[in-house]
């Protein structure tokens, strides 16, 4: 039994909770997950969608949500807010947001556990209320105007929130002025995620990225320049044997060309559904071993010369050390370069002396082993 008792007077909270909802997608990054981050849908699906290692969005249309529909989700979630915060009054705690009080609504209006939104907004509350994440896979692609409007609406109407942050690719950057992304930061947007995967331009065309190194480095950079914080993702094992070598140094060369504040490491982890599971599946492709990859990742992050975080946020960063523990932290934080790249470097030195078989690493589903 929770510390709060069940309180008749919130089948009112309960009731309206139950007729409030707002669109969210299913992606978000790691750093902005469990429940920390409010979700907003300002697109839906990806405009590219082309990837032939993604299947985040595949066979979904893309669409750009009109403003004013965005705005009445903002309202919304301030309406869901204020029926909690009601809840929490009537309980006699003040406002505050504690497990206890979700336990008593869910207790009073037990369907509310699969309320999506009811659950966003109260973990998002619980955690403060600090940070928003704008779905889906390219917020940029909105009309600067609109999204401007879109962000201030936002920062007015929900003021705890002091960080904004957003999926965006390279070449809608590159194709926006340095000053509309000014102004797109200066109304409230904070940090942009962006699928780098490699910076060699024969593997983007292979993969059917839609960019050239040329637009990594010069989006990267308007958007740096711009004020926003920069976090990249490159993808260590995309080029397989073949191509791992020029995989490695030519994103070594574009990721210190824009050297963003944050390289995060998402090794290729094939996806059932995508061309390039099925060229996997038909031995057109060879995947690294876990020992290869270590390699791979020795040549990149060796020719990094940048003063970005280097983080491996993510569970596919599965080696291991000597003593069967992870070989990297997976904080979002992780390694402050230069200082400590030699302590990174070591750390694949460690990882390569570990018996391979014990690398929690990528194995392809259905059967088909890789290595
Ligand atoms: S741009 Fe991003 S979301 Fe869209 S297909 Fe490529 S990897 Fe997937």
Redesign the pocket.
């Known amino acids: 039994m929770n510390g709060i008792t069940a309180d008749k007077g919130l089948h009112d909270q309960v009731e309206r909770l139950r007729g409030l909802a707002f669109k969210m997608g299913e ?1 978000r990054p790691p750093s902005e997950g469990g429940s920390a981050s409010l979700l907003l849908r300002v697109t839906e ?7 032939s ?6 066979g979904h249309r893309f669409a750009v949500r009109p403003v004013a529909e965005i705005k009445a989700d903002i309202d919304r979630v301030t309406a869901i807010c204020e029926e909690i915060i009601v809840a929490s009054s009537k309980l006699g705690v003040g406002g505050q947001i504690s497990r206890d009080l979700g336990a008593t609504l869910l207790a009073v209006g037990p369907d509310l556990v699969e309320n999506a939104s009811f659950i966003t907004v109260f973990n998002w509350l619980a955690s403060g209320g600090r940070s928003a994440f704008l779905q ?3 917020s940029l692609t909105m009309r600067s105007a609109d999204l401007v409007a879109v962000l201030q609406y936002l920062r007015e109407t929900l003021p705890s929130v002091i960080r904004v942050t957003t ?1 965006a ?1 390279a070449k809608t950057l590159a194709r926006k002025s340095a000053e509309e992304l000014r102004t797109i930061h200066q109304a409230g947007l904070d940090r942009l995620h962006i ?1 780098l ?1 490699t910076g060699d331009d024969e593997l983007l065309a292979l993969i ?3 960019v050239t190194t040329a637009e990594q480095i010069d989006g990267g950079r308007k958007a740096i320049a711009a004020g926003f914080q920069v976090s990249e993702y490159w993808m260590p094992d995309l080029g397989g044997r073949k191509r791992w070598r020029q995989h490695a140094e030519n994103t070594a060369s574009v990721l210190t060309a824009i050297n963003p504040h944050y390289i995060r490491s998402r090794p290729l982890a094939p996806r059932p559904g995508t061309p390039l599971f099925e060229e996997i599946a038909q031995g057109r492709m060879q995947l690294s071993s876990p020992h290869e990859r270590l390699e791979e990742l020795a040549w990149m992050i060796g020719r990094l010369e940048v003063t970005s975080r280097l983080c491996f946020d993510h569970a596919m960063n599965g080696w291991v050390d000597r003593r069967g523990g992870l070989l990297f932290r997976q904080d979002y934080e992780g390694y402050r370069f230069p200082d400590e790249k030699p302590l990174v470097l070591e750390r694949i030195r460690e990882g390569l002396a570990v018996d391979e078989s014990m690398h929690r690493h990528v194995r392809m589903p259905g059967g088909v082993r890789p290595l």
């Open positions: 992606y699906n990806c405009p590219w969608n082309r990837c290692f993604c299947e985040m969005y595949r889906d896979a390219d999926y690719r699928g995967e059917g990225k839609g």
